[in-house]
């Protein structure tokens, strides 16, 4: 019998990805989504990969899913601060009745559960690289505390679930990752600049550029949340890049691997825009075997071909 699993937001980027590799580690796939920032195009492709179904349903609604289920990953909510500052009360609701709603699913099935969780958790942190025993510096009330918030509650549901009810639990706690299937609008930096640089226009650097991330490639996420998966380990586990690039040396990257000739654009910077971002993974290191493998100039080269190829009508 193969093994069944339901993806949350599996029509989104990381979703998307997540159903493939599934399908092709042998998995049976139920992919639930209600299309607010992911397509259906993103998973076209799948059923000719393995058993895929797509549902259209809204996790803050409710979550069901007829016949047994191993594993549960939560993915569904809005993601780039664009996405969630336009729909921060939807955003609030993903976090939470969405999480809770995925969790009852687990708890049913007796499946396990992944939650899709991110270093947003950490805030603007005073604590750097951040490993997952700091507790983070959010503002509660700050225009991101719509994201961050409602995935620190759905930490806190993901444990009182698994000591409550026993529910086999994992919190995966994602640093910025890029890759195809991106929208070129979607406002993450990545995805923007590449668009920038390949239609000539300048490249929007908020603030001075001195602020840094440290972004991995989905491949390896994928990999990490495999791992993750397959393990018993609960988390909370970092999964991301330790490289670590200011927002300038990320744009000046990009326009040398576009070979663009598009300048820089100040502009100003977001309220609450974390200073400094970097994982420390020695834990995934540790309990998953896991590291990234990609190189922050080889993810890029691969994620700026998927743009010149949708470009191009590819
Ligand atoms: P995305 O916007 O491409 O995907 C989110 C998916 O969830 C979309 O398909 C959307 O339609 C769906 N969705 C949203 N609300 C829903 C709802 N109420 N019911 C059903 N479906 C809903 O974003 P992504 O980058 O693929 O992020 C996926 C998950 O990973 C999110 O939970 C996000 O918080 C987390 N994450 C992503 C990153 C990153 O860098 N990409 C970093 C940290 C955490
Ligand atoms: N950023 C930028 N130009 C853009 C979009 C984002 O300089 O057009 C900056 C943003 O202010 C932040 C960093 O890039 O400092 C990463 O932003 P993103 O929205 O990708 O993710 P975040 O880590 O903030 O959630």
Redo the contacts with the bound molecule.
Sequence with gaps: MRPRAVITGGAGFLGSHLCERLLVEGYEVVCLDNFRTGRPANVAHLPEIGPFRLVRADVTDSVSVPGPVDAVLHLASPA???DYLRWPIETLKAGSHGTLHALGLAQEKGARFVLAST??AYGDPQVHPQPEDYWGHVNPVGPRAVYDEAKRFAEALTMAYRNTHGVDTAIMRIF?THGPRMRAHD????P??IRQALSGQP?????D?S?T?SIQYVDDLVEGCLLLLASRHPGPVNIGNPHEVT?GE??DLVRRLTGSASPVEY?P??QD??SI?RPDISLARRVLGWQPRVQLADGLARTIKYFESVAAGG
């Excluded at 406002?187 to 990545?190: A, Q, S």
């Excluded at 490249?203 to 603030?207: A, D, M, R, S």
């Design positions: 780039s601060p664009v270093s947003e910025n406002g993450r930096v990545v923007t600049f490249l929007t650097v908020t603030g550029g602020q991330r927002v990320l744009a502009v910077r977001p825009d974390p971002r």
